[in-house]
């Protein structure tokens, strides 16, 4: 087939409820990372948070409760890394055998497709879970890098380059924790994108029904409210 007529088998509302997908995919992460000031993500307070603990770093003795922490977080990422690694080998073994997902699929929708729409459906979740492996994968990367870093900080807290030290750490923490959640937001998105093989329709509403659950995490939550009660004891 050619390019115009696989575009031609896509109805209007296909790219309508894709555009949708890319659009909230990529709004979320920019709203989550670039909250205003006055009403912060939960994602934003964290950072504040990874900050505040590479102080209390400095004159923690012993560091190895640090050191426990950042074997969690590289052990998360390893499992979210290996995760996505397994959907991106059960995405090509279904591109393998897109008649049976075809016949499964037109049960569900009542209609009948080209074989070509199943498959770039199948792509379509495919290029997401590609996209949380890359981010899973350099968010283990950078956590490895953070515990270098804080293995360099000397132990004298009163020591000139130990608190540049540490707060480099702290910085590369949450380059490491941005591409976790980014990763994250890219499985819950390929999640949503399943539900192109239902239709158009179902798509949407996956979308809005999966960014939602996003921002509501992420701006309106119960755990945000007590990062907010914390912070301001704190200030005051």
């Not at 993500?41 to 900050?51: E, I």
């Not at 008649?99 to 569900?108: G, T």
């Not at 495919?126 to 283990?140: D, G, I, P, R």
Request: charged share 15%; net charge positive.
């Amino acid at each position: 087939m050619t390019g115009a007529e696989i575009l031609r088998a896509f109805a209007p509302m296909d790219f309508a409820a894709l555009g949708l997908l890319v659009v909230c995919w990529i709004g979320s992460t920019l709203l989550i990372e670039h909250a205003p000031a006055r009403w912060p993500s939960t994602s934003r307070l964290m950072a504040q948070y990874r900050r505040m603990w590479m102080v209390q770093f400095l004159t923690r003795q012993p560091r190895i409760f640090d050191s426990q922490i950042i074997s969690q977080l590289r052990q998360g990422t390893a499992f979210f890394t290996s995760a996505s690694m397994i959907a991106i080998g059960g995405g090509l073994a279904l591109l393998g055998n897109t008649d049976r997902l075809r016949v499964v699929a037109e049960d569900l929708t009542q209609t009948t497709e080209p074989l070509i729409v199943w498959e770039i459906k199948v792509i379509v979740m495919l290029l997401f879970a590609a996209n949380a492996f890359l981010k899973f994968v350099w968010s283990h990367r950078l956590f490895g890098y953070c515990s270098v870093l804080m293995a360099a900080v000397p132990n004298d807290p009163e020591d000139p380059v130990a608190l540049p030290r540490a707060m480099k750490a702290a910085e590369i923490n949450i380059t490491g924790a941005r591409g976790y959640n980014r990763g994250l937001r890219s499985v819950y998105f390929g999640i949503a994108a399943a539900a192109w093989l239902a239709g158009a329709w179902a798509l949407i509403v996956a979308v809005v029904f999966t960014t939602g659950v996003i921002l509501r995490r992420e701006f309106a939550s119960n755990s945000r409210a007590v990062l907010m009660e914390a912070t301001d004891r704190t200030q005051t």
